[in-house]
């Protein structure tokens, strides 16, 4: 609510279906058929940063389940006439949506988490990559694999000065 404000950040929670577990946001992840696939569970401290590793809700909740994760934010890729933006992290998801809601921001959860299964779904959209400083050369083949454009603004913000290493595109627009 302090960076967004109270009316962006309810927006937000409404978008993305979040959802609190104590101190704790829940990102939920639905599929084009808005079928739940799985929830990470993240814990923040004041400052908005990540703190400790993710738990997973099928794991809070003692079920014994395969994960099939999907895009955070998956699900409403079918319900607007946008281009596709991917980014790492969930929290950077809905800021960005925010910031630039010229696109439908998504998360694949972790820097390694852009994969093929969840890239096939969605090879017919007009899909941007937004990988973080640091991470461009790693995502440049899943984008010529997939036929994605990719976006090199986090190192050229690094070179700058803009931003400091690691820092996605939240980051650069948190320290405008």
């Known amino acids: 609510v302090r960076t967004l404000g109270e009316t962006d950040a309810v927006a937000v929670v409404e978008l993305y279906y979040l959802g609190v577990l104590n101190s704790d946001v829940i990102f939920w992840q639905f599929d084009l058929d808005k079928s739940l696939r799985a929830a990470k569970i993240m814990s923040y401290n004041e400052s908005g940063k990540r703190q400790g590793i993710p738990n997973w ?14 895009f955070f934010g998956g699900h409403l890729i079918e319900d607007y006439d946008k281009p596709i933006a991917i980014v790492e992290s969930e929290k950077t998801a809905c800021l960005m949506s925010v910031f630039n809601p010229a696109y439908i921001w998504v998360a694949c ?4 988490n852009l ?22 050369e790693n995502w440049k083949s899943v984008a010529d694999k997939w036929d994605f454009e990719i976006s090199k603004d986090c190192e050229f913000w690094f070179e700058q000065g803009l931003i400091s290493k690691g820092d996605d595109i939240a980051d650069y627009y948190l320290n405008l």
Do not use: F, M
């Open 109 to 112: 959860g972790s820097a390694t």
């Open 115 to 136: 994969q093929d299964v969840k890239c096939h779904s969605i090879q017919e959209y007009e899909v941007v990559l937004y990988p973080d400083h640091n991470q461009y």
């Open 57 to 70: 809700w099928h794991k809070h909740k003692g079920n014994n389940c395969r994960l099939e994760q999907y």
